[in-house]
């Protein structure tokens, strides 16, 4: 892992996201590696060569939040990295932003995969209104392994324990969702004890990624390629468009809270 301290202004940016006012990414790049990454377009505007996964940007900065921009706001942590990978053990850039946004009364989602989370848990119990999205697309660690470098699904259960057990709100993120391979109901039935809401997102694949994917797919599970190639190669919805009839079904007679 190429990893380089750079100075930069501020750690927040406006967002485009709905619902959120501003994004929060202290880092450029994600050790997450994952091959579906959304975020790997980051990579044309970072002027780095490197293959995404690669590479990490730790963007240090003096930036201090004012009450007056921050009150009341809608905060997502991270969109383009993961603000809890394997570096910020040693860098620290989110526990300090959580050091700042304690004292302010704000909307905090985080995303992330990883369990490294609860080292902050005593910063977390004082953010008054706090999500934690925790991602996990499937329950099965050989297939985790290929798609994404860190954190396993063991890891991830624990981290969603915890987290719950220390009285904070945890949606599990069931995304991407790959056709054929991902089990929702499995991830379910896993969690739903600690749970207060799901969100369903399908995996679209984008160029670099759409590449890399369907070869693994092609390589690893051949009889479902040419299903794969309907959907990312001829935009064939159909699958989606039943699987989101069936997750909505299947949701709604066992009264969870959903959203995708
Ligand atoms: S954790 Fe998120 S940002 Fe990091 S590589 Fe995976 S999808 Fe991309």
Redesign the pocket.
Known sequence: MKVKEIEVNRFISKSEIDGIDFVINSYVG?P???M?????YMQNFSGHQEE??TFLDVKKTNYKLLKRSVEGKTYLM?S???CY?SYEKKYELTRNILKQLINFNVNLIIET?NELILRDLDLLKQIRNLKVII?LNTLDDKFRQDI?KESSINSRLKTIQELVKNGLEVIVNISPIFPYLTDYKKIIEKTKKYVSEYKFQFLELKSGSKRKALKYIGDKYPNYYLEYAKIYLLNDTEYFDKLKKEIEEYCNRLGLKYYF
Do not use: P, R, V
Request: with cysteine; proline share 0%.
């Open positions: 994600c997450n590696a994952c579906y990454c959304y975020a790997s995404w996964g991270s383009t990295t993961d990978n995969k991602s994404e």
